[in-house]
């Protein structure tokens, strides 16, 4: 297992090559018992999180401008133990942002609800890859991207330009991968569109948008990894 990629710097990425395996992650054959208890205690605590599959990554490589991996399915469950013991674990995490630009140059994020595991965080609507992502075993980034960016404020970027490719950064807790995402709609106006669909949901997963107009525009609650994507954006690199 190996994760040969420079951490805590953005660098341009061409292509992604990460490959679903159908074997199970060896964290999880491994640590079997402890998931079981440590999910008894993450429910007790917050009794809306659903054990749902998502994946972990046991390979990441960048290469060329090109990011290569191999990842597992694995149960919500396992990847909440896994944030608790990730050190030396054999496992990683990597998941998609797009970043949503507004026609006055301002970024729309959101800020997640009381109920989650990342309540009161704000970052750019996202999620855990999942195998739905994946297409002929290859993950498919775009579709993650716009797939949970409609689940949570009800927009659909499926016709919106974009950033003619992704960028990644890679951190000690994780490797998102980025991309761009251009509305014509000023920020205030795409704003407004997600506080209604959020008031139309019974459990929203936001409590709503967080808008950014500038570089040292950082909202309380802003993720570690989201201000070097906040300096990207503004310093107009594509």
Not at 194 to 200: K, L, R
Request: charged share 25%.
């Amino acid at each position: 297992m190996s994760f040969d990629l420079p951490r805590n710097v953005i660098l341009p990425v061409d292509a992604v090559d990460i490959r679903l395996d159908p074997g199970p992650h060896p964290f999880a054959v491994d640590n079997a018992e402890a998931i079981a208890e440590n999910w008894q205690r993450e429910i007790a605590a917050k009794p809306a999180l659903f054990d749902g599959m998502v994946v972990l990554l046991s390979q990441l490589a960048y290469r060329d401008n090109r990011l290569v991996g191999r990842c597992h399915a694995v149960n919500y469950s396992t990847f909440m133990l896994w944030r608790k013991r990730r050190e030396n674990s054999g496992a990683e995490h990597a998941y998609a942002h797009a970043v949503l630009a507004a026609g006055d140059n301002a970024l729309v994020a959101i800020r997640m609800g009381s109920h989650t595991v990342n309540a009161g965080r704000v970052y750019f609507a996202a999620g855990s890859f999942e195998p739905i992502d994946f297409r002929d075993g290859q993950v498919d980034v775009d579709f993650n991207m716009i797939r949970e960016v409609r689940e949570e404020t009800g927009l659909d970027l499926s016709d919106a330009p974009r950033g003619k490719r992704y960028h990644v950064l890679s951190t000690a807790s994780g490797t998102v991968m980025f991309r761009r995402f251009h509305e014509t709609a000023p920020a205030e106006e795409i704003a407004r569109r997600i506080s209604a669909f959020v008031a139309t949901e019974a459990e929203p997963e936001i409590e709503g948008p967080v808008i950014i107009r500038h570089a040292a525009d950082l909202p309380d609650g802003l993720a570690p990894h989201m201000k070097p994507l906040v300096e990207w954006h503004f310093a107009g690199v594509d």
